[in-house]
C-alpha cells in the first residue's frame, strides 16, 4: 500500500480543515464560559428586584450575594461597626433584628428605589422589602433606629417612616426608653 506524504506544515487538508475548525470553535466557546468564573466586582446598577444577601453588615447596610452595598434609606441604627467608634446602646439588637427578619425570609430581599441610587460611600439607597414587610419602617417601630429623612426622596416615604419612629417613641421603645443594661455588669 502506498504511503501518502505528509502535509507540509501550515497547511491543512480539505478532510482536516472542518475538525479543527470545531475544536477552535469549542475552545472559543470554553474561554468565554470562564467570564463567569472571574470576578466583574460590585454591579454599578441594581433595578428593583428580589435578590440574595450574603450578610447583614449592620442593623441598615446588607452585602448582598452580587457584591452590592444596600443602605435602607431614610433610616440610621446605632453604630456596630464603625472603625474608631464604640458600639452604641441598641445597634447589636438592630443588627440581629435586621440579621433575623432576612434570615427568617431565606436571605431574600425585594429592593424598591426612591431618591438618589448611591450615596457618597458608593452604596445603594434602598427600601428593604422582607417577606411583605418593610425593613426600614420595621426598625424605626421597634425602636432600632432614628429617621433620616433630610434627604432627597419622595414626602409619602418620608411620612411613613416618620409615623413609625413617632409609634416608637409614644411606646417608648428601644432607643426611646431606658439603655439597656450593660453586658457582664459591675461588681
Do not use: C, Q
Not at 132 to 153: H, K, S, W
Request: aromatic residues 6%.
Amino acid at each position: 500500500m502506498a504511503r501518502r506524504p505528509p502535509i507540509p506544515l501550515g497547511r491543512l487538508s480539505r478532510r482536516r480543515w472542518p475538525r479543527w475548525l470545531v475544536v477552535l470553535l469549542l475552545l472559543l466557546a470554553a474561554l468565554r464560559g470562564l467570564d463567569a468564573l472571574v470576578p466583574t466586582g460590585p454591579p454599578e446598577r441594581l433595578e428593583p428586584d428580589t435578590y440574595a444577601v450574603d450578610r447583614v453588615v449592620d442593623g441598615d447596610t446588607l452585602l448582598l450575594a452580587n457584591g452590592a452595598w444596600v443602605r435602607l434609606i431614610g433610616v440610621d441604627t446605632p453604630e456596630t461597626v464603625r472603625p474608631e467608634h464604640p458600639v452604641e446602646p441598641f445597634g447589636p439588637e438592630a443588627t440581629e433584628f435586621t440579621r433575623r427578619l432576612i434570615r427568617d425570609a431565606g436571605w431574600r430581599v425585594r429592593l424598591e428605589f426612591d431618591g438618589p441610587r448611591k450615596d457618597r460611600f458608593d452604596r445603594f439607597l434602598a427600601v428593604v422589602w422582607v417577606d411583605g414587610r418593610m425593613l426600614n419602617e420595621e426598625l424605626l417601630r421597634a425602636g432600632l433606629a432614628r429617621p433620616r429623612t433630610e434627604f432627597r426622596f419622595s414626602p409619602p416615604l418620608k411620612a411613613r417612616l416618620r409615623a413609625a419612629a413617632e409609634e416608637a417613641e409614644e411606646a417608648r421603645r428601644g432607643i426611646h426608653g431606658p439603655l439597656p443594661a450593660p453586658v457582664g455588669g459591675t461588681r
